[in-house]
C-alpha cells in the first residue's frame, strides 16, 4: 500500500496519509495510456465550486488532507491496528475519519460523465450507494495493512479556477525518482471536499471513467449497478 507521512506537526502529531492502495497504483501505470486520453474527455465535465469560499484559503485544503488522515491513523494506532480479520471496524473508520471529506456526488457525475446526465433519479440514487461502498472498501483494505513511508508535501499554487485546490506530494523511492501523487479538492462554502487522487499523472477519476463506461457499454447502467452490488456482496458477505 501507498501511505504518506508529514515531519510537520499537526494537532495529532507526526500525521499519516492515505488515499490510494499500491494495487491501484500498479493498474493506474499499466492503464496510463488510454487514461490519458479519457482525462480529455472527462475535462469536459466540470465540477462547479459555488458559493462563498472567503473564509478559507488553498492551505486549508493541505491542512484537510493531512489532519483528516492522521486522524484516521492515530485512531487506528490507539487501537493496536485494524487487522484484515477485522473489515468491518476499518470500514467504520474510513466512514467517520474520510467519506465526510469525499464529494460522493461530485465524483460520482465525473466518473460516469454522460451516463449520469442520462441516468434516473432512482439510478443515480442507486450508484451513488454502491459507488459509497466501493471507495469505502478501498480505502478500508489500506487501513488493514498500516504501515509508513516517507512524503513531501510541495507548496500550494495559484490556480485559474476559483475555489480549486491540488495538494501535491512526493513520495520518495529508492531509485531517486519519486513518485507524484495530487490530491484534488473543491471549496463550497467554506468546506473544502475531495474529488480526485492523481498518482503518476494518471487520475482515480479517469481509472474509474474508464472502467465504468466499458461496463455501460456492454450491459447498460442497469448492469453497472448490478456489478458494483455483487462485488461489494461478495466482499462485505
Known sequence: ?????DDRKSRYGTTMLIF???????LLRTMAPA???????????PLHAAGSCEGTSREDALTLVRD???????AVEAEDGVHSEDPARARALVEEFITPHVDLKGFSKLVLGKHWRRATPEQRQQFLEQFHTL???????AVTTYTG???????MREESRPNFATVRTVIPRADGEGVKVNYRLHCRNNVWKLF?????GVSMVTTYRSA????VKRSGLDGLIKVLQQKNDDVGA
Not at 500500500?1 to 507521512?5: A, G, I, P, T
Not at 483528516?68 to 492515530?74: D, I, V
Not at 480526485?196 to 503518476?200: G, L
Open 149 to 155: 513511508i516517507e512524503v513531501r508535501y510541495m507548496p
Open 1 to 5: 500500500m501507498l501511505y504518506f507521512r
Open 68 to 74: 483528516t488522515t492522521g486522524a484516521l491513523f492515530a
Open 135 to 141: 471507495i469505502v472498501r478501498t480505502y478500508a483494505t
Open 196 to 200: 480526485d487522487v492523481n498518482i503518476a
Open 35 to 45: 487514461l490519458l486520453i479519457a482525462s480529455l474527455s472527462a475535462a469536459a465535465l
Open 20 to 26: 490510494f492502495p499500491k494495487d491501484a497504483l500498479r
Open 212 to 215: 465504468f463506461s466499458a461496463e
